[in-house]
């Protein structure tokens, strides 16, 4: 099976819900989020974890990369988005699609980046504040 490398900024809260799910899924969307979005590259989506996360209270001011694998049969039905940038590509899934998103993921999520800040907050989750810390330079 071919695969497809995706990327995910996520803030705090989002990578507890991860880490609850053994890294293999991602949460259900909030009411008021309509659409998941994860991004084709790492560059994009670092740019965000630390322009959009850090900055942010209900992110825990702290902006996490996830990376991961996904089914590219399953993907071929989305067309991908540019909003903005060469690089600012992105796919946009809807919130009822999410249950079969998270079943074509492969191999689970990683956490391939971690931007800190002097507010960000620290999870309860001790193996997932082990694996964020494995970052701090």
Known sequence: METIRLYRPVGLKEMELIAELDYNAFPP????QPIFYPVTNQQYADQI??????VDEFSGFIGIVTAFDVNSDFLK???????GDKNHNELWIPSEELIDFNANIVNGIEIV?????????VSENKELNEKL?????
């Open 29 to 32: 969307r909030l009411e008021w």
């Open 49 to 54: 974890a630390f322009e959009w996360n850090t």
């Open 77 to 83: 039905k989305y067309e991908i988005q540019n909003v």
């Open 113 to 121: 980046n971690v931007h800190f800040t002097d507010r960000s907050l």
């Open 133 to 137: 810390d494995s970052f701090r330079k």
